[in-house]
T-cell receptor, first 115, second 109 residues
Framework: DAMVIQNPRYQVTQFGKPVTLSCSQTLNHNVMYWYQQKSSQAPKLLFHYYDKDFNNEADTPDNFQSRRPNTSFCFLDIRSPGLGDAAMYLC??????????????FGPGTRLTVL | GNSVTQMEGPVTLSEEAFLTINCTYTATGYPSLFWYVQYPGEGLQLLLKATKADDKGSNKGFEATYRKETTSFHLEKGSVQVSDSAVYFCALRDDKIIFGKGTRLHILP
């Protein structure tokens, strides 16, 4: 089945120690998104890639970076995690960005714990 | 700017009860509207969607109708099950998705 895969499902890191979260998709979608979801809150968009074009949300901290080496993979890098970065990180894909009709397909998420 | 407001939870119901979760939106254009469901420890799954006024989205016994006149997209189900316990997010999409804060639903056997 076509899907969005996130690895690992659970990640523990230490305060200030860089961490990378991984997302892959078999849907061949053009757009890949990273969301941060804190407990009992709505997902918050951090950034998205349309193909190779990176689009950062205005309020996304510089501590968060992303890479998309090819269509299938996208990485979220947190350069110096703080306690406030502990959250569920969701990857999503869609065929297009500007079309309001296109559904976003979400991965299962990676729960990040910062010690 | 665009926004979504949904009723706060948690909502607790007995099995086979009727469910309504209210959702209203503010948008400058004509967005598509969605309900996503998030089961414990999992990512979001699209439950249903509607792309224009008066459209009714439906899936797994859930329904929601896109009401432009009241800017609403309320989620309903006639008879809930324990397995429906989850967090439900109302969302709109113009260019990017705007989510409501989510409503946690508990169904008691």
């Amino acid at each position: 089945d076509a899907m969005v895969i996130q690895n690992p499902r659970y990640q523990v890191t230490q305060f200030g120690k860089p961490v990378t979260l991984s997302c892959s998709q078999t849907l061949n979608h053009n757009v890949m998104y990273w969301y941060q979801q804190k407990s009992s809150q709505a997902p918050k968009l951090l950034f998205h890639y349309y193909d190779k074009d990176f689009n950062n949300e205005a309020d996304t901290p510089d501590n968060f970076q992303s890479r998309r080496p090819n269509t299938s993979f996208c990485f979220l890098d947190i350069r110096s995690p703080g306690l406030g970065d502990a959250a569920m990180y969701l990857c999503a894909t869609s065929m297009s960005f500007w079309s309001g009709v296109d559904e976003q397909f979400f991965g299962p998420g990676t729960r990040l714990t910062v010690l | 700017g665009n926004s979504v407001t949904q009723m706060e939870g948690p909502v607790t119901l007995s099995e086979e009860a009727f469910l309504t979760i209210n959702c209203t939106y503010t948008a400058t254009g004509y967005p598509s509207l969605f309900w996503y469901v998030q089961y414990p420890g999992e990512g979001l799954q699209l439950l249903l969607k509607a792309t224009k006024a008066d459209d009714k989205g439906s899936n797994k016994g859930f329904e929601a109708t896109y009401r432009k006149e009241t800017t609403s997209f309320h989620l309903e189900k006639g008879s809930v099950q324990v397995s429906d316990s989850a967090v439900y997010f109302c969302a709109l999409r113009d260019d990017k998705i705007i989510f409501g804060k989510g409503t946690r639903l508990h169904i008691l056997p």
